[in-house]
């Protein structure tokens, strides 16, 4: 049976805004895919944040929404691989190269992205070494819909200037970013998609590039996506 899905920018652990969204949009019975910094182990204990997500897993299943997650830069990443995991019936986060057929189309679900404030952060808390992108040729497979935090360079800002007051105090940032946007543009050449979404840049940008449509997605946007 064809649900409609939704795909949603950052969400910041705002779940309360969340929540409140779904319901002045009626969302019911269908797929929603989030973007990355979801904002998962920011605030709470583990225990804290799995009761959280037990809760949101219950609001989820009561108007029969899969909610489905990747890592964004503002993510612990033990949450969405290996045995921390958290995958409920409802409300599932995804680990990098995981592939669903949703509706009859592949997607292809990768996370990770550099924080540039990262210097300010404190690490295993609101910081986490591999919370990068990391490319995988290996892991990589042709998709329909192509999901990431971060985008490719072609599409949204790629350039210092915006970056400046980071990359002075931070000196490796910059390589940091430029190889993030390049290689996440080479997994989209090796995935081929017709179809990609992404967010991490709290703007909307959109393009036809190389026979895909790309979408970058503000904080909280909610798109319906479309099958190509």
Excluded at 36 to 60: H, M, P, Q, V, W
Excluded at 109 to 129: M, P
Aim: glycine fraction near 8%; charge should be negative.
């Amino acid at each position: 049976m064809t649900k409609p899905t939704y795909i949603i920018g950052d969400i910041h652990g705002a779940f309360g805004r969340l929540k409140q969204k779904i319901k002045d949009y009626d969302l019911k019975d269908c797929t929603l895919i989030c973007v990355g910094d979801l904002g998962i182990g920011f605030s709470y204990s583990e225990k804290g944040e799995r009761s959280a997500c037990d809760g949101l897993n219950t609001f989820f299943a009561e108007r029969d929404i899969l909610f489905l997650s990747i890592r964004g830069n503002h993510d612990d990443p033990q949450y969405f691989d290996g045995s921390q995991r958290i995958d409920l019936s409802n409300f599932k986060l995804l680990p990098d190269y995981y592939t669903m057929v949703i509706n009859d189309e592949k997607f292809l679900f990768v996370g990770g992205a550099v924080s540039i404030d990262r210097g300010w952060r404190k690490e295993g808390l609101s910081y986490w070494k591999d919370e990068l992108f990391v490319l995988k040729p290996d892991l990589i497979e042709k998709c329909d819909v192509l999901i990431t935090h971060s985008a490719p360079h072609w599409i949204g800002p790629f350039d210092k200037q915006s970056l400046s007051s980071w990359c002075d105090k931070d000196p490796g940032l910059w390589d940091l970013c430029h190889k993030e946007r390049i290689e996440i543009a080479e997994l989209f050449k090796l995935c081929r998609p017709s179809k990609s979404y992404h967010g991490h840049f709290h703007a909307s940008h959109w393009v036809d590039y190389d026979d895909c449509y790309a979408t970058i997605l503000n904080i909280e946007e909610i798109k319906e996506h479309r099958k190509a």
